[in-house]
């Protein structure tokens, strides 16, 4: 019996460290304890602490290795916005990149909308002393029936958290724009006038206080590279010209056969 206590008091004792939680929900205050020896704790305090720091300036890094590269891109993007207005031959560029491109999420009034279209403009900068991005998409457009805006513009503002927020051009439609359908559930036919944005995606988007970042980046990535919404659609047309080749072809081998049976 002895001997079991002296091998006890040999044992190394482990300091149970008390950690105070609060409770958002009662605002209550409960104690737990975990069996981690307080001189551990304190350096794993020290390294966790190393870790967050090296994370932190990491991340400031980056951003300054981003905002140069925006800054960059920015200069070339001009240039290639001033040319291709001024080629007769991009008329209408952006109109057709966004009718190919994003046909699939269009409503109503959505063709209408990019017919006046003109130029588009996208924008991301960072402000490195607030560690901000700031996402910015700029759509200009020919005199319309539709609003009297000549840009209409949506700014989402991210902070170093993660929350966004929006700043949106309010739109100026013109009187004629609400469209009117005749509401058959009266008996005197009393028409009800709908928002013209209702019917379109791309003004709802541009009017919305949701960010709705992957509508954005679909944006962007069109932006960034339109000429290959192009190419796509050649590459489909020399396929269907390849197909109708492969069937003459075959037709052609058909009525060669036929010709040597009947001999």
Known sequence: ?????????????????EQEKTVENNNSTTTTTTDIPQNIQDKLNVINDKIKVIFEENKKKM?????KFNQQLKSQFKK???LLQKSKDFQGFWCTILSKAMIDNFADNDQAVVDCLTNIEVETDINLEK?????????????NSIFKNKQITKEIITDKDGNSTCKNTKIDYTNSTPITVKNNNT???????????????ILTWLQSDDADLDTFEEFSRLYEDPFSILLEEDDHDDDDDDDDDFDGEED????????????
């Open 131 to 143: 560690e901000e991005i700031i996402k910015k998409i700029t759509f200009s457009f020919k005199d």
């Open 187 to 201: 008996n005197n036919k009393k028409r009800k006038q709908v928002d013209f944005a209702e019917q379109s995606f």
């Open 1 to 17: 019996m002895n001997k079991s206590k002296g091998n006890n008091n040999n044992n190394k004792k482990v300091v149970k460290v």
């Open 63 to 67: 951003l300054q290795v981003e905002h």
């Open 80 to 82: 290639r916005s001033e």
């Open 252 to 263: 052609g081998e058909e009525e060669e056969e036929e010709e040597e049976d009947d001999e």
